[in-house]
């Protein structure tokens, strides 16, 4: 089996590997020739639009999926138009524009914060007339420069706001004040049958994520919640393929923030601490085979490395550390590697954490 | 870090992949430019002896090591004129003889079966008369043809047995009759700390390992006796990396068959039933890195795919397996790829191997 991936990053890498012991060859596109994927099995280079490329892809596959929720739409669409495509490009679209995934949210069931779609001035002001303040003034698409978002807590900045996203079609959401992030990784089959993995919660710094922790230490209530949330979204989609879903526990009510078509670093955890990765989980569901077993094996704890690496010697040394490395050059903000830590009990596991997170440097 | 493997066959596989992650690139060199590493990680194409080709490999690597017993010694001692090779050819020297490795286990306190040495047919006359029959007359060496044993019954039949065996310079054996094969895997860092896997249980058929169960359903007696076995071995060869060794199970007590100076198929259950795969701890031991912890998760049974391929579809669908092939065409006798069984408990274990068993062809 040959599976085509748009994306030769880190999660390209990890699909690749846990594609070799399955003789699933994965073949990445990705504009880096020495891509992280590029290290470890076959790749394209060629930009994400690029057909010429995007038809080689096709060439080298029997089926197609990706990495990252912003690769272009059309390139999805044109990849389909030659090899099965999972998810389906819908659900690309779907997460690529923040005002179709809340929408798709709300339809399903899954509560949200209240939010507005905002096109222009006139409906910012109305926006914060019919939700209230504090709210956050997000760009519907990918945000650019660092001007995606702002926090408005006076309507008196409503201006500065719609300047600062860069007068973009955007949303307005009410700010809610949440007790943790939570993320939900789940799987989709080609048949329907679904497999939820333990609930995580994340940590994280400067926007970027730091640590996971699962099983998430919440009760079968919210878990019970989060499996149906992401069963709902799963199945309205009719997805294949691994989906993850980052909620906020406000009080015990879940609020759905954002998903992402795709294996999600909140789910890097898997690769030792459940019976099947959510790497080999994503492969099976597009090739169509059966959905492997999600459960735990101990209780896991994942660091990210950003922007600088560890002695490998030092984190080996940490009793239950498996140390991942992206084969990326640090850069400030980068995530170039991750350490999962898997032990018996949460005790130990933090014991082990408390090891590693000095080890860790912070660049 | 770079390892340079002499070697690359499903061994030499299992250690790139394991690389991968650490960010160490494992080299291989082996006659097939198509061999199961080359699939997956660099690779030199050239004979074992090939002096260009050994120094091709110096020069891509940091440190040296081999995935079979059969390397030539005086390949691996040139390769450590250039560079640290683990474990030290002295261990690959003792495994190719059997009058060697039999000589050193009996310094080191292993138990054997009586042996003796046999140059010609005086001595074979002279070692039965000591050892008494049924006996088993085995090249110290690799046999050729299948000439390499001989089972005597009788002593009339010495000429036929010589014959037999090409000639060779022999070792004796007395037949014992065992109740099971165990095995051992063990590692020694370079710092002289010792890691023993939970001992296996191995089933064969044909001459060829079909499946192991780990745990190895013993006492702690026979664990104990084991490990104990297993360190004397490591400490007196100074051994740096993985070390396996056969062992007889005889009423209790354990003899020991033989040893493979390597990475070996019944460790392969370490990948997802262990904390540290028998891979990576190779790995760790040779760069120079701390051990890993090798207790079990759970229990667990690997299946070797001899001289065909199973359905992917259907192995997956199995609880708790985990499969990997090895990118081989499939031919009678030679092993393909493995599936591992992970249970909680050794009654889920059978259950799902008996599921697994009938789905696996035997060519």
Not at 60 to 76: G, K, L, Q, R, S
Not at 135 to 147: E, F, Q, S
Not at 172 to 188: K, P, T
Request: aromatic letters at 6%; one cysteine or more; proline letters at 7%.
């Amino acid at each position: 089996m040959r599976v085509g991936v748009v994306g030769g990053g880190q999660l390209g890498r990890m699909l690749a590997l846990a594609g070799h012991p399955l003789g699933i060859t994965v073949t990445t596109l990705d504009p880096n020739p020495a891509s992280p994927a590029a290290q470890v099995a076959p790749a394209i280079s060629g930009a994400y639009g690029d057909l010429d490329a995007l038809a080689e892809l096709a060439r080298a596959c029997d089926v197609a999926t990706y990495e990252f929720e912003n690769v272009p739409v059309d390139a999805a669409r044109f990849l389909a138009t030659r090899v099965p495509v999972h998810p389906d490009p819908t659900a690309l679209e779907a997460a690529q524009d923040r005002l179709a995934e809340k929408t798709l949210f709300t339809e399903v069931g899954l509560p949200v914060p209240p939010f507005a779609p905002v096109d222009d001035l006139g409906s910012l002001r109305a926006a914060i007339e019919g939700i209230g303040l504090p709210a956050v003034l997000k760009t519907r698409r990918l945000g650019y420069d660092g001007k995606g978002q702002f926090v408005l807590r006076d309507a008196l900045r409503a201006d500065d706001a719609w300047r600062a996203v860069g007068e973009q079609p955007s949303i307005l959401e009410r700010f809610v004040a949440f007790r943790r992030e939570l993320s939900v990784v789940a799987a989709r089959d080609a048949d329907g049958a679904i497999a939820s993995y333990p609930l995580v919660g994340n940590e994280h710094r400067d926007g970027i994520l730091r640590i996971s922790r699962a099983p998430a230490d919440v009760g079968a209530g919210i878990r019970a919640a989060a499996d149906a949330h992401a069963r709902a979204v799963l199945e309205r989609l009719g997805y294949v393929g691994v989906l993850a879903i980052e909620l906020f526990d406000v009080d015990g009510e879940l609020f759905a923030n954002e998903m992402a078509p795709r294996v999600h670093n909140s789910g890097h955890w898997t690769i030792e601490g459940a019976s099947t990765s959510q790497f080999e989980q994503h492969l099976r569901a597009v090739c169509g085979f059966p959905l492997g077993e999600v459960s735990p094996r101990g209780t896991s704890a994942m660091v990210n490395l950003v922007g600088a690496l560890p002695t490998t010697t030092d984190v080996l040394a940490v009793p239950g550390a498996h140390l991942h490395l992206y084969g990326k050059e640090p850069r400030p903000s980068r995530k170039v590697g991750h350490v999962t830590i898997v032990a018996d009990d949460t005790a130990a596991r933090e014991d082990a954490l408390a090891r590693l997170l000095p080890l860790i440097p912070e660049a």
